[in-house]
Every structure is written in C-alpha cells, then in structure tokens.
C-alpha cells in the first residue's frame, strides 16, 4: 500500500495540469519567419477581457484555418512554441489563456465561464483579416474539457475538435463517480493563486502529505480538511457543496440532448492508464447514445494522462510498453486537422471508429464500437466455494453470500490499494478485501473493454464506497494490473441524485466508469478480482449514516460496516481467443 501509494497524489494531479511541452524542442519563434502577437486583449461584449498569443508563417496565404489552443496554465513560453507549432503546420496558431489569465484583469475561475468564453474567442477569431472562418481547436487535460465546453453551445465556425484526455468537472475531478478525491486538493491554489500557476505551493509535496494524514488519522469531517492546512480553500467547499452531478456541474459541458447537437467531426485521444479516462469514455459514450452517426474517433493504448498528450513512453510505471503502441500525438492531431479542414488524408492509425492497442501483443484493433473490442463476453460470478473465491463463468445457486466487515473508524490499515503504480507487481496486499480467482487460461486470450457488471449486496447502513481492481495473474506470479473502478453506492443509478441503500435489504448496484483497457494474457495467466470497500487518505471517507458524506466525521462510524455480497454478483468482461 505504501509503495503504490507514493506517488498517488502527483499522478492524480496529472489529471489536471496539462503543462508539459510536446515532441521535439522548439526554439522561440524567429521575427524573420512568423508574425508574432504575443500580448493579444479580447474585448467581449459582457464585459470580461482575454489574452492570447497569434502566430502567423510569414509568406502563408492572406486567410488560414485557425488551429486554437485555450488553458488555464498561463505561460507565455508554452504559448509561443504552442501557437508556433501550429503556424509551422499551416494554420494561424492561437494559444488563449482563461479568463483571469496572464494578461486578463478577471478574476481566475476554473471551469464554470468555458462554454460561453471559449466561444467569445472564436466569435473574436472569425473577424479577423488573417481567418478564413474555420476554428479547428487541440489540447489535453482542461483544454480538452474547454473544448468540449465550446461544443455545449456549438459554434458555426468550430469544425472540429481533437482532445486529449479531457476532463468533465462533477463526473472526473474533483470527484469520481460521486466520491471526492483529495489527491488533487492543491489544484485550485495552483490555479488562481496568480495569473501564471503557482508553482511553490503545487510542489510542495510534503505539506500535502501532511495535510492528508492529519485529516485521515484525525478523523474530521472531510470538509474541514482546508481548516487542518490553515488556509482556506473556497473552491473546495463550494465543490462539496455539490455532492450530486447537478445543474451546477452539467452547465459546464455538454449534457443528454445537447450531445444530439454536435455535429462535427471528434478524434478522442486518451490512455488505459490515464487518470481522467472516465471522462474522456463519458464524452465519448454521451455523443454516441444521443447521436448515433456522429464521427467520432477514439485513440487508446498504454498512456497516462501525459503520455497519452505525446503518444507514450517505452516505460510506463514498470511496464515495458510494446514498441508499436508509441505513437506522435501531435503529428496525428495536425494530420487529423488536415483531413478535415484541407482534404488530407485520414490518419492512418483510424482504420475504424475504436483504434486501441492491445498490450502484450505488441498490435492495433479497429472496431466500430467500444463494445464490440472483442467478438464476446464472458460473465464471471463472483462465487465462493468453502474458503475459496472464484471467478466463475457459471451462475451460483441464488442466495448464497460471501462476508466482509469493515471497521470505517480503524486507521490501523487502509482499504482499496487500486491505484496502479506500478503497473506490474511481485506482490498485492491481500490483508483486506475480497479476491476472486479464475481458472488458468488453456491458451493465450485477449480481454479488452471496461470493467462493468453489477454487484448484489445486503448491508447493515445506508451507503458505501466501492473498490473493484482487475488483475492478470501470470503463471510466473506477477500481478498486472488491467482495470480499476471506484464509485459510490447510492449513486450507482443515477450521478444526479442519491438513492440511498435500505439497511438489511438486497440492493442491486450496477457499475461501467472503470478504465478500459486491452491485453493479451499469457496461456496459464488467471484473472483476479479485488472487491473492496474504499477508505484510505486519499477520498472522502463514506462512514454509511446517510449524511452529506463530507461532513460525517469518525463519530459517525458507530458499528463496523457488515456486507453479504450475493454470489449472483458480477463482471462482464470481452474476451476471445488470441488466434482470432
């Protein structure tokens, strides 16, 4: 737990701050080769003032496409050699900053102007002499999300989009699926703090680690963590204060019907292990259910969520990624824009709709739809025979169940090790939770897609935090790790409004925001499954009184939390032979 746990806050963080520069080194922009206007003020009409960075080839034609970058990550460096790239690719490159950025005299504030400001920018763009009226935008991590934000009320001139693990405030960060992370707690600092990023306090590892284990072992209510930092933090508690995927949440980016709107064309890149790829999956899956001939693309392969904004790194997090799954994420972008706007070629990595690499066959699958990743799907039941628990394919007899107590006020051990760094171990902590074996494969088979299913359970409270974690086990005894999924019962139907659990009765809860993921597994290798209840330093503690969670303490605690998981519990997983 420790070890994995190490690195958990950073690698969290990445699902915001996209900072990173891409691909080769760029030198600042040469006076003799672009016209540059680095200090750009958009004026809109309500009042708010914007700042940009316009880089233009010199000797290009007099009108161009715009290639536009908009995030909050305010550096005029970054800028440049973004906007820079974009000239050298043929279009008028534009890096706007957020409002309350860099040059805006607003006041910063993350997420909730972006579908109408990012639009103001375009509006801003299309009256320009150097526009030929097309905006194609780009970007990783919030400006993935902002793109997705100017989708929510869809410009004439945004002909496409290309992001890269976007983020879906409410759904993603600073919760997931209804549970509050504080891994990414310093975010907000970062952010606002001034008009670039606040550097000091990001990095300030220790003092966040300090904060996390003095609220874990104090047991305070989770919403008086800010009050143990000594700094008050009021985006935190204006999030908690939303609780459910409501209105507040659903006005910053597309929601049900407003996908049916979006119209053009959508080249979705993410990773297996990207921090933020239940967001990315959700655009995705919402575009497709409300509009189903839209074209939208999907790349997926062994990326973080910085790797995936550069195409991967030969050595993810111990695992040795296959050659063929590194790729250029820029150069696809830029291809992609192309093919849209200029009659290119399509990438040539889109053969299909859903384009993932499948690990450890070292190969790229094409298929028209996330659940068509592999020819069938196999259900494993959650069962238990005497003191052994198995995955297993066939249906146990109704009403048996398998116990589990978990004791929310003890801070002697932390439950739901989930998170996967490394990606491959030589050991798990099996001291808590529940793990479910399948039987040796008799050859080598592909599992690809989510894991989903639903779990059946009687409980002595009223609510609980979930932990399921899939594993390959090999023959030679090492676990890689495939998928994880952590969410909130009384959510489990419905993000935007709770329905609690009835304490002594069966409920059913379904679940599907896991992380997708595809692997071949060795002949031998076994499936393993850690169900778990989630409470650790890491996420708000789910005590069960029913309580707005954030503001149950460890007196809430009472007796320890009781399960009987029904043996009619389950996980669908697409599976098929290797050979096919």
């Known amino acids: 737990m420790k070890k994995n746990r190490k690195t958990f806050g950073m690698a969290m963080l990445c699902l915001l701050f996209s900072h990173l520069s891409y691909g080769q080194a760029l030198t600042l922009p040469d006076a003799l080769n672009y016209n540059i206007a680095d200090s750009v003020l958009i004026k ?5 003032t914007l700042s940009a960075v316009v880089v233009r080839k010199k000797g290009a034609p007099m009108q161009q496409p715009t290639a536009l970058m908009y995030f909050i990550y305010s550096d005029t460096k970054r800028s440049l050699m973004e906007a820079k790239c974009a000239a050298d690719h043929g279009y008028v490159g534009i890096v706007a900053d957020a409002r309350g950025k860099r040059l805006s005299p607003d006041d910063p504030v993350p997420y909730e102007h972006e579908a109408k400001d990012v639009n103001l920018v375009i509006d801003w763009i299309v009256q320009q002499p150097w526009s030929d009226g097309r905006v194609a935008m780009y970007g990783g991590s919030y400006s993935g999300f902002a793109q997705w934000a100017a989708a929510k009320y869809l410009h004439p001139a945004l002909k496409t989009i290309v ?6 405030p409410g759904l993603g960060l600073p919760m997931e699926n209804n549970i509050f992370l504080l891994a990414n707690y310093q975010w907000p600092f970062y952010v606002t703090n001034n008009k670039y990023t606040d550097n000091a306090v990001n990095n300030d590892g220790a003092r966040w680690r300090a904060m996390r284990m003095k609220w874990w072992e104090s047991g305070v209510a989770y919403n008086k963590v800010d009050s143990l930092d000594g700094t008050p933090n009021p985006w935190l508690q204006k999030w908690l204060s939303h609780p459910d995927y409501d209105t507040y949440w659903q006005s910053m980016v597309p929601f049900k019907q407003d996908y049916a709107k979006i119209n053009i064309p959508v080249l979705t890149i993410t990773g297996y292990y990207d921090d933020g790829q239940v967001s990315a999956l959700e655009y995705l899956r919402e575009h497709y259910k409300y509009r189903p001939n839209a074209e939208h693309y999907l790349i997926i392969g062994p990326y973080d969520h910085f790797g995936a904004q550069k195409g991967g790194v030969s050595d993810l997090r111990g695992y040795q990624v296959d050659e063929r799954a590194l790729i250029n994420t820029r150069e696809i972008t830029f291809q992609w824009m192309d093919y849209i706007l200029k009659g290119g070629k399509k990438p040539e990595l889109l053969q299909d709709k859903i384009n993932f690499e499948v690990m450890g066959a070292n190969t790229w699958r094409h298929v028209p ?16 025979t005497g003191e052994e628990y198995r995955l297993s394919p066939l249906k146990p007899v109704q009403g048996n169940f398998t116990n589990q107590t978990v ?12 998170y996967p760094d490394p990606i491959v171990k030589n050991e798990i902590d099996r001291s808590n939770g529940l793990f479910f074996l399948s039987k040796p494969f008799d050859t080598a088979v592909s599992v690809s897609g989510s894991l989903e299913g639903e779990l059946k359970a009687i409980i002595n409270k009223k ?3 979930v932990g399921l974690t899939l594993y390959e086990l090999t023959p030679d005894g090492q676990y890689f790790q495939l998928s994880y999924f952590l969410g909130r019962a009384s959510y489990a139907h419905d993000s935007s409004k709770r329905k609690l659990l009835r304490p002594g009765k069966e409920e059913t809860i379904p679940f599907y925001r896991s992380r997708v993921f595809s692997r071949q597994l060795k002949k031998g290798s076994r ?3 850690m169900l778990n209840i989630d409470k650790n330093p890491f996420a708000e503690i789910n005590y069960g009184t029913g309580k707005q969670v954030s503001r149950e303490t460890m007196k809430d605690a009472g007796e320890p939390l009781k399960i009987k998981w029904s043996t009619q519990s389950y996980i669908d997983l697409g599976l098929s032979s290797a050979e096919q």
């Open 44 to 48: 809109a009409p309500n009042g708010i």
């Open 163 to 168: 992001p890269y693990v976007a983020a879906i």
């Open 369 to 384: 739809s996330l659940d068509q990743m592999e020819a069938s799907k196999i259900r494993f039941y959650l069962d238990k």
């Open 407 to 418: 004791d929310m006020a003890d801070r002697t051990t932390m439950n739901n090790d989930y």
């Open 463 to 465: 609510d609980m935090d």
């Open 527 to 529: 499936l393993l499954l």
